[in-house]
Nanobody
Framework: QVQLVESGGGLVQAGGSLRLSCTAS????????IGWFRQAPGKEREFVAQ???????VYADSVKGRFTISRDSAKNTVYLQMNSLKPEDTAVYFC?????WGQGTQVTVSS
C-alpha cells in the first residue's frame, strides 16, 4: 500500500523559511518523479516543483530562486525548502508520486 505523508507546515512571517517533508512508504522515491503542488483557498491546485528520477529539478516561475526540492533516498523522503516566503505562498501543500497524493500540510505566511 502506497502512502505519502507531508509534514513541516506551519505559520511563519513573511521573509521566513520552512522545510516541508514528503515521506513515502510502499514506493521508492528514487524510482519516481516526485512533485510538490499547492492549493490556496478558492484557487486551483498548482504545480510548485518536481524532482525527476534522474535528479533534475523543475520549478514554477513563482518560486524559482526561493524554493529548493531535494531527495534523500535513504530516508525515502523528498523535501521542499522554502525561503523568502511571501503571503501569496499561503496554501495547502501536497506531494505527488505517480497517481498517489499525500493528505497535504498547511503553510500560512503572515504579512
Amino acid at each position: 500500500q502506497v502512502q505519502l505523508v507531508e509534514s513541516g507546515g506551519g505559520l511563519v512571517q513573511a521573509g521566513g523559511s520552512l522545510r516541508l517533508s514528503c515521506t513515502a512508504s510502499g514506493l521508492p522515491v528514487s524510482s519516481y518523479g516526485i512533485g510538490w503542488f499547492r492549493q490556496a483557498p478558492g484557487k486551483e491546485r498548482e504545480f510548485v516543483a518536481q524532482i525527476t528520477i534522474g535528479g533534475d529539478r523543475v520549478y514554477a516561475d513563482s518560486v524559482k530562486g526561493r524554493f529548493t526540492i531535494s531527495r534523500d533516498s535513504a530516508k525515502n523522503t523528498v523535501y521542499l525548502q522554502m525561503n523568502s516566503l511571501k503571503p501569496e505562498d499561503t496554501a495547502v501543500y501536497f506531494c505527488k508520486a505517480s497517481i498517489y497524493w499525500g493528505q497535504g500540510t498547511q503553510v500560512t505566511v503572515s504579512s
